[in-house]
T-cell receptor
Framework: DAGVIQSPRHEVTEMGQEVTLRCKPISGHNSLFWYRQTMMRGLELLIY????????DSGMPEDRFSAKMPNASFSTLKIQPSEPRDSAVYFC?????????FGPGTRLLVL | AQSVTQLGSHVSVSEGALVLLRCNYSSSVPPYLFWYVQYPNQGLQLLLK??????LVKGINGFEAEFKKSETSFHLTKPSAHMSDAAEYFC????????????FGGGTRLMVKP
């Protein structure tokens, strides 16, 4: 298995631009999680899906952030408009009801 | 509510010395407990997990952890540190009654001196 796949691995954009991060979970996993990691706040859970349905989005910082999971093999996290304080590493993880497996992350820099 | 406390944000050991990374948790239900390792510029990799079977759990790279219910602890150990063990380590507790959400500790950065 290829594991959790995230793209792009690195993204540099200017303030105000739209950013879309993509995630392909491990086949057969029915839960998907989006995290953000920064030096100041560590690992934060943004949102998680179960069977493609958003269950808890209380960690999404603002309305500028949105996430979708149109099918079992694909999810997106969108930031519109982006701000410099959104600079972080964004991780996607998928779960088989017991263990979460993490992707390599997307390193986002908003100038 | 669940919480995880990792004592010591930075731990430094000499190569060949014992590694001990501390983790205490609180949980209102029997917990599932995890240790993840994060190498620089990489994602989190599962080291080992406790899911109510044997209390002494062996993981990858020679690490092990022991679940002690009376102490609400799940400390990570390795008998002999290697330079390649330098990384950040995260302890996490799962609420399997709430969609398997993980609550992470703040992480411990392990440094290994030659």
């Amino acid at each position: 298995d290829a594991g959790v796949i995230q793209s792009p691995r690195h993204e540099v954009t200017e303030m105000g631009q739209e950013v879309t991060l993509r995630c392909k979970p491990i086949s057969g996993h029915n839960s998907l999680f989006w995290y953000r990691q920064t030096m100041m706040r560590g690992l934060e859970l943004l949102i998680y899906f179960n069977n493609n349905v958003p269950i808890d989005d209380s960690g999404m910082p603002e309305d500028r952030f949105s996430a979708k999971m149109p099918n079992a093999s694909f999810s997106t996290l969108k930031i519109q408009p982006s701000e410099p304080r959104d600079s972080a590493v964004y991780f996607c993880a998928s779960s088989n009801q017991e263990t979460q497996y993490f992707g390599p992350g997307t390193r986002l820099l908003v100038l | 509510a669940q919480s995880v406390t990792q004592l010591g944000s930075h731990v430094s050991v000499s190569e060949g010395a014992l590694v001990l990374l501390r983790c205490n948790y609180s949980s209102s239900v029997p917990p599932y407990l995890f240790w993840y390792v994060q190498y620089p510029n990489q994602g989190l990799q599962l080291l080992l997990k406790y899911t109510s079977a044997a209390t002494l759990v062996k993981g990858i790279n020679g690490f092990e952890a022991e679940f002690k219910k009376s102490e609400t602890s799940f400390h990570l150990t390795k008998p002999s540190a290697h330079m390649s063990d330098a990384a950040e380590y995260f302890c996490a507790v799962s609420d399997h009654n709430a969609g398997n959400m993980l609550t992470f500790g703040g992480g411990t950065r392990l440094m290994v001196k030659p």
